[in-house]
Nanobody, 124 residues
Framework: QVQLVESGGGLVQAGGSLRLTCTVSGRTFSPFAMGWFRQAPGKEREFVAAINWSGDIIHYADFVKGRFIISRVNGKNLIYLQMNSLKPDDTAVYYC?????????????????WGQGTQVTVSS
């Protein structure tokens, strides 16, 4: 059974940084495209960033370009989301998604697997 394990959330002041981590447990030898969505209170879940298995295709939401960096460990289903210059508007639960198909499935939110989420709170 595939499970996604997220970590790295927390409380940070505006302008600060956090790094989120997501790893796949279970079917770990299968390659997965992976990425992140987030959901703020009272808002719909929205796409943040995604990366394919080989790491050469990366997508970002416009609102994180230049501030967030998604990366992965070569040959492993382990990804990072480095979040810099955080703003109060970035406060949300961040969810990791993974799919054995193209990275587009993660981008549009139809990935087969999702984590439980990790809370990120940015204070002003």
């Amino acid at each position: 059974q595939v499970q996604l394990v997220e970590s790295g959330g927390g409380l940070v002041q505006a302008g600060g940084s956090l790094r989120l981590t997501c790893t796949v447990s279970g079917r770990t030898f299968s390659p997965f495209a992976m990425g992140w969505f987030r959901q703020a209170p009272g808002k719909e879940r929205e796409f943040v960033a995604a990366i394919n298995w080989s790491g050469d295709i990366i997508h970002y939401a416009d609102f994180v370009k230049g501030r967030f960096i998604i990366s992965r460990v070569n040959g492993k289903n382990l990804i990072y989301l480095q979040m810099n210059s955080l703003k109060p508007d970035d406060t949300a639960v961040y969810y990791c998604g993974a799919d054995q198909g193209p990275v587009r499935a993660v981008v549009v939110g139809t990935a087969d697997y999702w984590g439980q989420g990790t809370q990120v709170t940015v204070s002003s």
